[in-house]
């Protein structure tokens, strides 16, 4: 989702910086269907015709993935925000968003569900563990990562995704200046929280229909 430009040492724990950095909002956004979590995790990581080699319910959260990076990268709300980073980060305004809008996501967790952050964390690492076998190695490298550094629940609070930031300024081939990129999120809190709220309510509604439609494109093949 975000190709951001990188050198060759990555830090041990922190993401890759070719990968999408809202996972807590994909694996939300996947309905509780374990299929479609699978692929809505590995969609960064499957090219070309390794699409096919995939169970048709991992297939269609592939699909979903892609849709609902398109979604988010075209949105009026989210490009709003983006407008007041650019100035400062540049193309890395949009990586920097992902991760403002998993932050809100977990910190207003109980608004969209009524299981606990942290047991809907394990249960959704716990069902991708099931899928193992399916992962890309790329992917499978990095969901070790994932885990043990708790990514999903890391960006609940500042510091943690000031962490993220850091490690991911390091690796960049630009200067990028996102080792302060959690400041502009604690300067423009309110703001971006108005921004993401009612970004993501258009996003949920607009997942749930995508998924049914693509689940119905092949229903009876």
Same mark, same amino acid.
């Given at each position: 989702?975000?190709?951001?430009g990188e050198?060759n040492?990555?830090?041990?724990?922190?993401?890759?910086?070719?990968?999408?950095?809202n996972?807590?909002a994909h694996?939300y =956004?996947s309905?509780d269907?374990d299929?479609v979590?699978?692929? @809505?995790?590995?969609?960064?990581?499957?090219?070309?015709?390794m699409m096919t080699?995939f169970p048709i319910g991992?297939?269609d959260?592939?699909?979903?993935?892609?849709e609902i990076?398109t979604f988010?990268?075209?949105h009026?709300?989210?490009?709003?925000?983006?407008?007041y980073?650019?100035m400062?980060f540049?193309?890395?305004?949009t990586?920097?968003?992902?991760i403002?809008?998993?932050?809100f996501? *977990?910190?207003?967790?109980?608004?969209?569900?009524?299981i606990h952050?942290?047991?809907f964390i394990q249960?959704?690492?716990?069902?991708?563990?099931?899928?193992k076998?399916?992962?890309p190695?790329r992917? *499978? @490298?990095m969901f070790?990562l994932m885990?043990?550094? @708790?990514? =999903?629940l890391?960006y609940?609070?500042?510091e943690?995704?000031?962490?993220?930031?850091s490690?991911?300024?390091?690796r960049?081939r630009f200067?990028?200046?996102?080792e302060?990129a959690?400041?502009? =999120?604690?300067?423009?809190?309110?703001e971006f929280?108005?921004?993401? /709220? *009612?970004? /993501?309510?258009d996003?949920?509604t607009?997942?749930?229909e995508? =998924?049914?439609?693509?689940q119905k494109s092949? *229903?009876?093949?």
């Amino acid at each position: 989702m975000r190709i951001l430009g990188e050198t060759n040492e990555i830090p041990p724990g922190f993401p890759h910086p070719t990968i999408a950095m809202n996972y807590l909002a994909h694996a939300y =956004l996947s309905f509780d269907q374990d299929e479609v979590l699978v692929g @809505n995790f590995i969609g960064d990581f499957v090219k070309g015709r390794m699409m096919t080699s995939f169970p048709i319910g991992v297939q269609d959260g592939i699909k979903l993935h892609r849709e609902i990076d398109t979604f988010t990268d075209t949105h009026p709300l989210v490009r709003a925000g983006q407008s007041y980073l650019r100035m400062k980060f540049g193309h890395y305004s949009t990586v920097i968003t992902d991760i403002y809008f998993d932050y809100f996501l *977990a910190r207003n967790w109980s608004k969209f569900s009524r299981i606990h952050l942290e047991e809907f964390i394990q249960h959704t690492y716990s069902t991708l563990r099931m899928y193992k076998s399916l992962f890309p190695e790329r992917f *499978a @490298n990095m969901f070790h990562l994932m885990v043990q550094d @708790n990514w =999903l629940l890391k960006y609940r609070e500042i510091e943690g995704i000031r962490q993220t930031f850091s490690g991911m300024s390091r690796r960049t081939r630009f200067e990028s200046k996102m080792e302060v990129a959690h400041l502009s =999120l604690l300067e423009k809190e309110k703001e971006f929280q108005v921004i993401f /709220f *009612a970004f /993501f309510e258009d996003l949920e509604t607009f997942a749930r229909e995508k =998924l049914l439609e693509i689940q119905k494109s092949h *229903a009876g093949h």
